[in-house]
């Protein structure tokens, strides 16, 4: 593929290692994932055993992972129903509300509009700030947003919800990066017309263990696990998500340490003329017309970063562990250098 070519294949979504190794197959080992946002100081603590994967998971322990994870959001445990990530959670969303058309507030992350496609719904793309006065069946709003960072208010949000509740409509919340913005989540607000969605992976740094959690009143809780089965998430994501979740001292000083890396990030990259134009503590977003160039000038160093369809100008960089920063400072200036020569 010419360097266009690979530029675009990488557009949909973050990771995809393999297909990185193949696109730069002289690209120095390890390689470095940038593009999926996920917290690079993953939870350390303990998981399934040998014995507990040797069987399926029991109910009483699904039920026990959903009390934990209640806990951790301030909500009732009859609102937490666990899903094998949140993004099989949105894929529930069309069936669940029996929405006809939605709005998607975007650009965010294109698995929303996809699902309702899928299962023929009628989408819109709408910006947010027409989120308030919008009249669609369903609204999905992803805060903090996914890939800018840009995030509403915990009040605008409920008050967005109250008035889709007033005419019958849903608002569906999308809190993937909540753990790094608490104060605008609403997961504990939840009603009969809101929906929160929320990921364990990310925060935790666990992609892998697909886990994720519907937040919803009851009845809507009750038909996720009619959809989900007696199994619904595995003996690892069980043990993972329980000891995790009752961590509280560990996400406090996790919560530190992801902004330190944030603004260490930010300082990296706008020394190497990236104008950062957003993000959270999980990520930062670049804009620069030089983005294919920086792209593949990573991906010839072995590290992945994100593009995006809807804006070519734009990056987005995930934290780096913390052995691999002096190479993503190197690499930054090896960009801005090679930018002077052309």
Not at 134 to 140: C, G, M
Not at 237 to 243: D, Q
Not at 273 to 287: E, K, N, W, Y
Request: charged share 20%; hydrophobic share 45%; net charge positive.
């Amino acid at each position: 593929m010419t360097p266009e070519e690979t530029y675009a294949s990488f557009r949909r979504h973050g990771g995809g290692l393999a297909a990185a190794r193949a696109a730069f197959p002289s690209a120095p080992l390890p390689w470095l994932d940038l593009s999926t946002s996920v917290n690079p100081h993953p939870w350390q603590g303990g998981r399934a055993s040998v014995r507990d994967l040797h069987r399926l998971p029991d109910p009483a322990a699904t039920a026990a992972l959903e009390d934990a994870a209640a806990r951790a959001f301030g909500v009732a445990r009859s609102c937490v129903a666990a899903v094998p990530g949140s993004d099989m959670g949105l894929r529930l969303l069309p069936a669940l509300t029996g929405a006809r058309d939605v709005a998607v507030a975007s650009p965010t992350y294109s698995g929303h509009g996809e699902a309702w496609t899928t299962a023929g719904r009628r989408v819109t793309l709408i910006d947010r700030r027409e989120i308030p006065s919008h009249a669609a069946e369903a609204i999905v709003l992803v805060n903090p947003n996914n890939p800018d960072g840009a995030r509403l208010s915990r009040a605008d949000v409920l008050a967005t919800a109250d008035k889709a509740r007033a005419r019958g409509a849903w608002l569906i919340v999308d809190e993937a990066f909540a753990e790094v913005a608490p104060d605008a989540s609403v997961v504990d607000a939840v009603h009969d017309r809101l929906i929160v969605l929320r990921s364990f992976g990310k925060f935790y740094g666990l992609p892998g263990v697909r886990l994720g959690f519907v937040v919803a009143a009851p009845e809507v809780t009750q038909r996720v696990r009619a959809m989900t089965g007696d199994w619904p998430v595995s003996a690892d994501a069980v043990a993972a998500g329980c000891a995790a979740y009752a961590d509280v001292a560990w996400r406090e000083k996790t919560r530190a340490r992801l902004q330190a890396g944030a603004t260490k990030l930010d300082r990296f990259l706008i020394a190497s003329g990236l104008d950062v134009v957003g993000g959270t503590a999980l990520f930062r977003l670049v804009s620069t017309p030089r983005a294919a160039d920086y792209f593949q000038h990573l991906g010839c160093r072995g590290i992945l970063v994100r593009p995006f369809d809807h804006n070519p100008s734009w990056l987005r960089f995930g934290l780096p562990p913390d052995s691999q920063w002096r190479r993503v400072k190197e690499t930054l200036a090896e960009c801005a250098a090679l930018g002077e020569r052309q």
